[in-house]
């Protein structure tokens, strides 16, 4: 009898152990599985945060923020090449009117493309327009351009003429002799000459019997000169 009952008393208590056994084992490897989950959920924020660093994706700025000025057109400087000028006049629309060669000068008579230029320092807005242009270079660098009114246009005042040059040439400074008839209450100009004249071509300048007037233009930021010294036999 002893011996039964010791025999199911080892019966239960190896039942019982298997079941301890089963239910530590059950709750360990949840417990093992909940950790996994964490590292996976923690490993995969690292990453997102990584990416998020090394690629961001940004969105564009509205489209008023993106927006600029009109562009400005190429500008002009004494001594640039024959070819880069022409490239200027070519992107503005001039045309082409005649040319003349005398050994190493050259003379091109252009109708410009009416373009509209910005003077510095105040930004102001001046087009190229109202007269045709002698462009003059030697050994093909620009020297010299001579402008006369253009009939179909309404010519030049002396302020906007100056205001061109310094919108044209806005890093040179430039010596404009220009002449105005003093019965014209309007100031019109009715020749200039933007820094000088190759000697194979002097007589081209001061056809009409007027006196000259001369304005030195400097660059930005000193103001554009109005104030000239007129009165000048060229």
Request: charged letters at 20%; hydrophobic letters at 40%; proline letters at 7%.
């Amino acid at each position: 009898m002893a011996i039964r009952i010791n025999f199911y008393i080892c019966i239960v208590v190896a039942i019982a152990a298997v079941l301890f056994s089963s239910i530590v084992y059950t709750r360990s490897a949840r417990s093992q599985t909940r950790q996994a989950r964490i590292r996976t959920s923690q490993l995969s924020d690292i990453a997102a945060n990584a990416d998020e660093k090394l690629g961001t994706v940004r969105t564009l700025p509205s489209l008023q923020t993106r927006a600029r000025p009109p562009l400005q057109p190429s500008t002009l400087h004494l001594g640039m090449l024959e070819t880069q000028f022409f490239e200027y006049a070519k992107d503005n629309n001039w045309s082409a009117i005649s040319t003349i060669h005398r050994d190493e000068f050259t003379v091109h008579n252009l109708q410009p493309g009416g373009e509209g230029l910005y003077a510095l320092p105040d930004r102001k807005l001046i087009y190229v327009r109202g007269f045709t242009a002698n462009i003059y270079f030697e050994r093909d660098r620009l020297v010299g351009i001579r402008l006369t009114p253009d009939n179909r246009d309404r010519p030049l005042t002396a302020p906007e003429l100056l205001t061109l040059v310094r919108a044209w040439f806005p890093d040179d400074v430039l010596s404009v002799l220009y002449q105005v008839a003093p019965t014209d209450p309007r100031k019109s100009i009715a020749e200039t000459l933007i820094g000088t004249i190759p000697k194979a071509f002097e007589r081209d300048l001061g056809k009409l019997s007027l006196p000259f007037c001369r304005a030195i233009v400097f660059p930005s930021p000193v103001p554009v000169n109005t104030l000239s010294t007129c009165n000048l036999n060229i």
